[in-house]
């Protein structure tokens, strides 16, 4: 509830975005939308500036990981 889906929706415009440029992969997409929706404070919306500054912090979450450097994958992650 509240402020959720504007910042699902904000950060999956986003992440769709950088995959149609070719920055991240398909699969890439579903991720960066759970960290933004686990990273950002969701609250209630009680006023427009409350809608624009979730949209603009999941936007700028996203945008930040995707800039950051992927990391590599150890061993022991890669086991089933």
Do not use: W
């Not at 500054?53 to 936007?59: G, K, N, Q, S, V």
């Not at 930040?64 to 086991?79: H, K, M, N, S, V």
Request: proline share 6%; aromatic share 2%; hydrophobic share 45%.
């Amino acid at each position: 509830g509240g402020s959720a889906g504007c910042v699902l929706n904000a950060a999956n415009e986003t992440a769709v975005a950088a995959f149609l440029e070719h920055r991240i992969s398909l699969g890439r997409i579903t991720e960066l939308v759970d960290e933004a929706l686990s990273a950002i404070n969701l609250g209630p919306i009680d006023s427009l500036d409350t809608v624009l500054t979730a949209d603009r912090e999941a936007r700028a979450f996203v945008s930040d990981r995707i800039a950051q450097p992927a990391r590599p994958i150890t061993p022991i992650e890669a086991l089933p």
